[in-house]
């Protein structure tokens, strides 16, 4: 695909001045009370109770216009949304010690907490609803156009280009770069000169906006009117227990639900989804290319154009066809695209035990003298292990920024597993060594299982990659755009690899299901192909438009998912100067081992 920017140096997301430039501010104050009380129910039970309120002044992009566009995706989605009155977050917790002793403590709680909004998010929805010409405004090849919507226009000399004249360059799309870069840059030329001329005269409340003169295909996504304010809930329940003198342990589930996190971006305009087929475009193009009226376009006379061109020496595939394009598969309506961000969920599950414990100089450390001076000082330890997972839609790492695409534009929730920070097991110890001199010595271990990797349906072809469609869009949503992405591998979920799939003989036992259940069969783009009467099954076999056998795993290959690793070592000397004053030098030495993941 091409890709391009209107950049000429200076460039903005946002309208209004700040920091004595004339645009790129955005102004929010974030207000928050709370109120709570502890009582005491018994002298060994303790009930906390509490309720914080929140309030942001402009979380999204007040005071900036609708996207009228939206509004066919829903009603009031094109408008502004506005952060709620009601964003109570409720607490609860308590502390029960059943001994009465105070060597013991069963502690719980939940608490209700509403996620903010980072500036990044909301200055790409002010940016996608105010006039075009301040900011980095991207085409790709398939709509290209100056900051009053009108398509800008150059002559193309490496391949016949009809749509040009519509600012429509598809035509560049598998061209060899060197064939294309003289196109390319005049192309890039003419949009870098119209929009510095339009910069010193723009004027944000007045114009076409750039969702409307992008036709959707903007940065980041828009927050619809119908937009709910992401929360987590909060549950722990454990165990405190003194063992001995100085010495204590803990044991802990923790458990942590997100709702409406990630923030994911999901094209509603579904942009190349099977569902959204136009035949008589299908038909027009087939026709022109092979020289047929479009009634005539069948598998017969598709049929001679292969073998016509079989004769010639030319090999036919499907990308022959350029049926990949936003023309034959439109979508739900005219735009090209429109990215909501809509919320997804997360989880947390982890039992967390830590023991915490100290010797001092007066006891086990006193064995450490040199005649009448102390080596030793006292020490410091901490010991911590997790079992836990952490799962997302779509396994996002991220919850508190976009998630830029979803794995299943339809169902994008159906996607959950764990998220590339997961770690089954988590392994840490730490030490704080007091030694003569005054030095510290604070050696920390570290040991994590390997995170999951999720297993897509590989693109094998040499065709161009948007034909990928055909091969690889398993479920039919288009991807994301110009280009299908490799669909998850049916049989598995996000993140499976290295987690519930945990050898070679395992995967391979996937593979083979997937060979024998999808090898071979069409995409339901090709389904729609076959459906219409355009092609036969075996020609869409012929040019490749099939999913393909995916090879085995040799068993004999290094399993790559080994633990993970590290030490650390830091050494101070703290240093007092009289009463006032105190600096502490250090030396600090990371990855002691040099240990690599594997």
């Known amino acids: ?35 709570g009380d502890s009582w005491r129910v018994r002298p060994n039970f303790t009930f906390n109770f509490g309720v914080r309120h929140n309030r942001e002044s402009n979380m999204f992009a007040k005071g900036a216009p609708a996207i009228p566009q939206l509004e066919r995706f829903g009603a009031g989605r094109g408008n502004v949304p506005e952060f709620p009155w009601h964003a109570f977050s409720p607490q609860v917790g308590f502390a029960w010690d059943p001994t009465g002793t105070g060597k013991t403590s069963v502690r719980g709680g939940f608490y209700l907490a509403y996620e903010m909004n980072i500036f990044n998010n909301a200055l790409f929805d002010e940016f996608a609803r105010i006039a075009t010409g301040i900011g980095p ?49 005049r192309i890039h030329a003419a949009v870098q000169s119209a929009y510095a001329a339009f910069f010193p005269k723009y004027n944000p409340t007045s114009g076409i906006s750039e969702f409307t003169n992008s036709n959707g295909n903007t940065f980041g996504g828009q927050f619809p009117g119908d937009y709910r304010i992401p929360y987590s809930m909060q549950f722990n329940i454990g165990i405190q227990r003194e063992l001995a003198k100085n010495t204590v ?14 923030f994911m971006l999901v094209d509603n305009e579904r942009r190349r989804d099977s569902a959204f087929f136009n035949e008589a475009a299908a038909r027009s193009s087939i026709g ?61 599950n982890g039992l967390q035990v830590q ?63 764990p ?55 398993i479920n039919g949503d288009g991807g994301t755009g110009t280009s299908a992405r490799g669909d998850i591998l049916p049989g598995t979920n996000v993140g499976d690899l290295g987690s519930k799939i945990g050898s070679w003989q ?9 060979n024998n259940t999808y090898a071979g069969t069409l995409t339901p783009h090709g389904q729609r192909l076959l ?3 355009i092609f036969s099954e075996a020609q869409l076999r012929a040019l490749g438009a099939f999913v393909k056998p995916i090879q085995l795993v040799p068993e004999g290959n290094p399993w790559p998912f080994q633990g993970r690793f590290s030490a650390d070592i830091r050494v101070t000397r703290p240093i007092s100067i009289k009463e006032r004053f105190r600096i502490e030098p250090y030396l600090e030495v990371f990855n002691l081992f040099n240990n690599t993941p594997k």
């Open 1 to 35: 695909p091409l890709y391009l920017t209107t950049s000429e140096g200076v460039l903005f997301f946002t309208a209004k001045p700040a920091h004595g430039l004339p645009f790129g501010g955005h102004f929010n104050t974030r207000t928050a009370w709370y109120v």
């Open 137 to 185: 405004t991207v085409f790709d090849e398939t709509f290209i156009v100056d900051p009053q919507g009108n398509p800008i226009v150059v002559p193309i000399s490496s391949v016949p280009c009809p749509l040009a004249v519509e600012g429509d360059y598809t035509c560049l799309e598998g061209v060899p770069i060197g064939t294309a870069l003289a196109d390319i840059g």
């Open 249 to 262: 342990l803990s044991v802990d589930y923790v458990r942590i639900r997100g709702v409406g996190l990630p």
């Open 288 to 348: 022109a290319r092979i020289g047929v009226a479009p009634a005539a376009v069948n598998p017969q006379t598709i049929g001679n154009f292969i073998a016509a061109r079989t004769a010639a020496g030319l090999s036919t595939t499907i990308a022959t066809f350029s049926l990949a394009n936003d023309t034959i598969w439109p979508g739900v309506s005219d735009l090209t695209r429109a990215r909501l961000i809509q919320g997804g969920f997360s989880m947390y």
């Open 355 to 417: 023991l915490n414990g100290r010797f001092t100089k007066d006891g086990m450390m006193s064995k450490f003298a040199l005649g009448d001076h102390q080596i030793i000082n006292g020490m410091d330890y901490t010991i911590s292990y997790a079992l836990s997972r952490a799962e997302a839609t779509s396994g996002s790492p991220r919850q508190e920024f976009i998630t830029n695409t979803t794995t299943n534009n339809v169902r994008y929730n159906r996607d959950f597993g």
């Open 419 to 473: 998220t590339v920070n997961d770690r089954t097991h988590l392994f840490g110890a730490g030490l704080i060594i007091g030694t003569i001199g005054g030095f510290n010595l604070n050696p920390t271990i570290r040991f994590g299982s390997a995170p999951p990797v999720t297993l897509t349906v590989p693109f094998t072809d040499t065709f161009a990659v948007a034909n990928n469609i055909f091969t690889t869009d």
């Open 506 to 514: 395992e995967l391979n036992a996937v593979i083979t299901q997937f």
């Open 531 to 533: 459906r219409a009467g």
